[in-house]
């Protein structure tokens, strides 16, 4: 059974920091390109950052960029993603995913071979 099971979602004061993980079984971790996205409601879930297979490439949503950092551990099979200067419209579910490159995720959600359930992000101002 493939799982992503995310954790670390809370809340946090903006300007705050918070440190996601994503927890992946049942398949070949490394055959995979990994990424985050996020959702608000009413909304379609929108490509955060993404990282190959050896998390040696990195892509991000360009409002990020400069403040989150995603980084893989193929040991582990786990996927992390550092928020830093975190902003009331960071505020989302996010949810962890697995694809076949990381442009394949960034083209978007119709893209994600799979999916974790999410953890909420909510950021205060």
């Known amino acids: 059974q493939v799982q992503l099971v995310e954790s670390g979602g809370g809340l946090v004061q903006a300007g705050g920091s918070l440190r996601l993980s994503c927890a992946a079984s049942g398949f070949t971790f490394t055959d995979y390109a990994v990424g985050w996205f996020r959702q608000v409601p009413g909304k379609e879930r929108d490509f955060v950052a993404g990282?190959?297979?050896?998390?040696?490439?990195?892509d991000y949503k360009w409002s990020v960029k400069g403040r989150f950092t995603i980084a893989r551990d193929n040991a582990k099979n786990a996927v992390y993603l550092q928020m830093n200067s975190l902003k009331p419209e960071d505020t989302a579910i996010y949810f962890c995913a697995a694809g076949q490159t990381v442009a394949a995720l960034k083209r978007g959600q119709n893209e994600v071979d799979y999916w974790g359930q999410g953890t909420q992000v909510t950021v205060s101002s």
């Open positions: 990282a190959t297979w050896s998390g040696a490439n990195t």
